[in-house]
């Protein structure tokens, strides 16, 4: 499962939890690593309200990247062999959303929040890095 969080962390640049071969995406997955980055953050429930929408809809907008390269989402699935390029395109819309997301959140989150959301993001980004390193030949 260690593959879905990068993918999915991405997917906040955003979560689930991970091993070596793709679990199925399930909603109520989603819904927990959306729990579990609220949780990290410490959100008020008024500000859990706001950031969900935006959590959910960065991991739709990253699952539709990912599976626009024919990254599979279920279990045991052959994944692709992605070029360099394909790989720095995937990393780039990925990185676009990322920014996105992190302009919406600036919009709930108080400085500290922030903070931690950026910090969040960017270990989502390393472990998206090394997943892409491995599926290159």
């Known amino acids: 499962m260690f593959k879905k969080i990068i993918i999915l962390s991405l997917l906040l640049s955003s979560t ?15 819904n927990l690593e959306i729990a579990r980055v609220e949780m990290q953050l410490n959100l008020s429930e008024q500000q859990a309200k706001a950031m969900s929408p935006i959590l959910k809809n960065s991991i739709k907008q990253k699952i539709d990247v990912l599976t626009d390269y024919g990254i599979a989402f279920t279990r045991d699935a052959k994944q692709p062999e992605l070029t360099w390029r394909e790989k720095s395109d995937i990393y780039n819309q990925i990185t676009l959303i990322n920014r996105e997301v992190t302009m919406q959140a600036s919009g709930v989150l108080d400085e500290k929040q922030m903070a931690k959301f950026v910090e969040i993001q960017q270990q989502k980004r390393r472990q998206l890095f090394d997943y892409f390193k491995s599926l290159v030949s």
Do not use: D, L
């Not at 689930?16 to 989603?30: D, M, P, T, Y």
């Open 16 to 30: 689930v939890i991970a091993s070596n071969s793709f679990s199925v995406i399930s909603r109520e997955g989603i």
